[in-house]
């Protein structure tokens, strides 16, 4: 039997999350799945808004699980949050991802989460899990590098003497055969594409992932093929939209986990399981998406780089395979960064792209701060609030 103090606190923890849910939807999940389509003028800002709130919901149900457990129990050892650190965690992170939305700028909702834990973790008495922050420092390092790395070659194929329509299937067929490897939580506990085919085709299993994979990679460059031999501008905007609708699907698996994480230790007595769980979170992704994330879509497909079809397919393909990773791999990692450095490495891949320098480095800078600030005050306000409560 829980005492009436613990259950407030649980309830004023879950709030927060929903909050947190809330705040991610109208931010990094919501609103830059699809910002490179709305800069390219293939969807519109609202419709965006609409469309990345359904994506999110389904992707946080079927895909959120690992990154759920890694927030939840891996970033701290020998300690789980409290109640009280738990609604402290998830009230800062929410409170910086929040003023990021309303001031207009793309706060990395990962690192404010996982500075927060760590912070609250640590004041707890906790031991810092280095093993885990080396994979998480990690992905957050390569990610411009890759990312913006992989945007920038991309996007300079498409202004080389080589035809979309050659191009086009190509990139369609990478597209394919990192699909066939998403990992799906619903499917025997966390299984792919490729792995389940495997089992059904003869020979190695080794084989028969090569075949699923390629099999997948081929149907997706045919398709796309059949429709550039229709109409090579509704080709380009249908693939883009396909990449944005992937985008946001695994937006909500890799950034559900950010909300609903600190919770898990709380929730424990009640038999939560975590597919309920991952339900409730998708649905305050949702409501974010379809209340908040207009604002931030049209920052980040208007500010930082004058998009292009091109481009932003350039820059959705590495932000699909990058986020896929983090999921498969249970690593919290911010959809702004993934997303952001994808822009501006395929805006310079243009002279007159229009990336804007001062934003960049102010984005970068707020980015930092908020890792320093959720890591500092997670650690000073559980240590201040542990004083008052007796």
Do not use: C
Not at 49 to 76: D, H, K, S, Y
Not at 107 to 124: E, P
Not at 176 to 193: K, M, N, Q, R
């Amino acid at each position: 039997m829980v005492d009436p103090v613990t259950a407030t606190t649980i309830l004023i923890a879950a709030l927060a999350s929903a909050f947190m849910a809330w705040a991610i939807g109208a931010g990094s999940s919501g609103s830059t799945p699809f910002a490179p389509a709305v800069g390219a003028n293939a969807i519109s800002v609202m419709r965006a808004g609409f469309l990345v709130g359904l994506l999110g919901f389904a992707g946080a149900v079927i895909q959120g699980g690992n990154v759920t457990e890694a927030v939840g129990r891996e970033l701290i050892g020998g300690q789980a949050l409290t109640p009280v650190a738990a609604t402290i965690t998830l009230l800062l992170a929410a409170s910086l991802v929040a003023t990021g939305v309303f001031l207009g700028y793309p706060i990395a909702t990962a690192f404010t989460v996982t500075g927060a834990v760590v912070g609250v973790g640590i004041a707890m008495g906790g031991t810092p899990a280095w093993g885990k922050y080396t994979s998480i420092l990690a992905l957050w390092v390569l990610t411009p590098f890759v990312g913006g790395g992989s945007a920038y070659v991309t996007a300079k194929l498409f202004r080389s003497n080589l035809s979309d329509r050659t191009l086009i299937p190509a990139l369609a067929a990478i597209v394919g055969a990192i699909l066939a490897h998403v990992h799906f939580s619903l499917i025997d506990g966390g299984s792919t594409l490729a792995r389940e085919g495997a089992q059904v085709l003869p020979g190695p299993r080794l084989f028969g992932v090569a075949v699923v994979t390629g099999g997948t990679a081929i149907v997706a460059a045919l398709l796309i093929y059949q429709q550039l031999r229709n109409d090579l501008v509704v080709a380009q905007r249908r693939f883009l939209l396909f990449l944005g609708g992937l985008v946001a699907f695994s937006a909500g698996g890799s950034q559900v986990g950010l909300a609903l994480g600190p919770l898990l230790p709380l929730l424990e007595p009640f038999s939560i399981s975590i597919p309920v769980l991952l339900f409730g979170g998708g649905l305050g992704l949702l409501l974010g998406s379809w209340t908040g994330a207009p604002r931030m879509i049209k920052t980040i497909s208007q500010d930082y780089s004058s998009l292009g079809p091109g481009r932003s397919i350039a820059a959705l393909i590495p932000s699909f395979g990058i986020a896929q990773t983090a999921v498969l791999f249970g690593i919290p990692v911010s959809f702004n960064e993934i997303i952001v450095s994808a822009i501006i490495g395929s805006g310079y891949a243009v002279e007159s792209a229009g990336v804007s320098s001062e934003k960049m480095l102010k984005t970068i800078g707020a980015w930092v701060l908020s890792l320093v600030l959720a890591l500092g005050l997670g650690f000073g306000l559980y240590v201040g609030v542990s004083q008052l409560l007796p």
